[in-house]
């Protein structure tokens, strides 16, 4: 059928219609003397006005006849091309009846080829991962391995590629995070949350800086508590004398009857190791402000 098509002329014939304006010089030279003439209306007068007035009704005439033609002349151009276009819009009516239904088959054929082409890769890619001992789902699909104009040897070796990438992050986080638990053993604290922080812009030794600075601001706010604690209880005192069973503040002559009396609670906290991590800080950021002191009684550890 398609040669059938092929030996038909579909080719469009057409005839350019002359159109011409008789005597078009000798109007434009007469009209350029008129327009020479009334040039700045400074000939213009009372005496001529009339005059005037009857050559400017004939030009207007003559202005309106040119538009009435070029309307007719315009009207009848382009009968033929609109049937032309009502031809040409009859026939690709046609041809898209035709179109259609190839265009939807066509493309089913091809997305189940892709499909097919697809499923060839998965089953590339778990082979060749199991080989490296590596998860399959791991593996990050390239939509690209689907073309037909990609080799089977181009597409081993870019999944293989990309196979031997995955194993070497998984050895660097092994060790990585070997290096961090023993990090946590060595100063006594949960690794949990620390290995979480582990990725693959964050390595061992920035996860263990910060491990090493959160357990000196840790340090340093206890410290600072403490301090803090000592001074306001040797100040309180010093402005306390005891006279007889009374304590009198000697600033301002108050009888502090009791001192308030001290007490100690225990809180647990189960949660993540960096959910308890960010709680603790929190804890250290503001108990100042209640003078509280806090004190670690046990190390966290994974219930």
């Known amino acids: ?29 007469q009209v350029k003397k008129y327009a020479e003439k009334y040039k700045g209306w400074s000939i213009i ?52 009846a035709v179109l259609d239904p190839l265009d939807d088959g066509i493309k089913k054929v091809e997305e189940n080829q892709r499909q097919e082409r697809k499923d060839s890769v998965l089953a590339l890619i778990a082979e060749i991962a199991s080989e ?27 999944i293989t590629d990309g196979v031997k990438l995955l194993q070497r992050q998984h050895k660097a986080y092994e ?12 100063k006594d604290i949960d690794p949990a949350g620390w290995v979480a922080q582990l990725s693959n812009e964050r390595d061992a030794a920035e996860v263990i800086d ?22 306001e209880k040797a100040t309180r005192e010093a402005l306390q004398q005891k006279v007889g069973d009374k304590v009198i503040d000697t600033e301002t002559g108050e009888v502090i009857e009791n001192k308030p009396s001290e007490f100690t609670v225990s809180i647990k906290l189960t949660g993540t190791q960096a959910g308890i991590i960010q709680a603790m800080q929190q804890v250290n950021q ?14 966290m550890s994974e219930v």
């Open 1 to 29: 059928m398609a040669n059938d098509l092929a030996t038909i002329d579909f080719g469009v014939s057409y005839t350019p219609t002359e159109i011409k304006i008789n005597n078009q010089e000798l109007f434009k030279e």
């Open 45 to 96: 007068t009372a005496d001529s006005v009339d005059g005037d007035k009857l050559v400017r009704a004939d030009l207007n005439r003559m202005k309106k006849g040119f538009d009435d033609k070029r309307k007719e002349i315009k009207g009848e151009y382009n009968k033929p091309l609109k049937e032309f276009e009502a031809q040409v819009k009859d026939m690709t009516s046609i041809i898209d």
């Open 132 to 158: 490296y001992n590596i998860n399959r789902n791991e593996v990050p699909f390239d939509p690209k391995w689907t073309n037909k104009s990609i080799t089977r040897k181009k597409l081993i070796e870019q």
């Open 175 to 186: 060790i990585n995070k070997r290096l961090i638990e023993e990090h946590c053993k060595l």
């Open 210 to 231: 910060s491990i090493d600075q959160f357990l000196i601001d840790q340090e340093n706010e206890k410290i600072a508590a403490q301090k803090h604690a000592e001074a």
């Open 286 to 299: 503001f108990k100042n402000s209640f003078e509280v002191v806090s004190e670690v009684i046990n190390k």
